[in-house]
């Protein structure tokens, strides 16, 4: 059962900016992140703005939004296949067990000035609709 939808989009731009603030990433990335878009050259900054759309994406599926969330604790990235999948650990953790969430499931896009996410949570049974 779904439990969760949300979307969010933001502008590339807004993330050059974060870029060229020192210890502005680091805050709501996980190194695993950093590392995996620093990796897509000059796409970097596309991949930062995709999975930070996706966190934002996250706290609106929740239904809550992100208050009391660490983002680093909840970590865009992607498979072998290279389908995004979202891990989340601690407070991230709790707030999707609170909702009766079980699984997160993730859809990135993005193009030139925009980066594009959805997030869905499923549940089961006794989670809260």
Known sequence: MIVG???DVVHVDRLERWRRTPGLIDRFFNPREIEDALSRGSGAT???AARFAAKEAFGKALGTGLSG???KNVVVYNNHNGKPCMRLFGNALEALARIGGESVHVSLTHERDNALAMVVIEGGSHGSV
Do not use: W
């Open 5 to 7: 939808i949300g979307l």
């Open 46 to 48: 596309l991949s930062l």
């Open 69 to 71: 969330i660490t983002l």
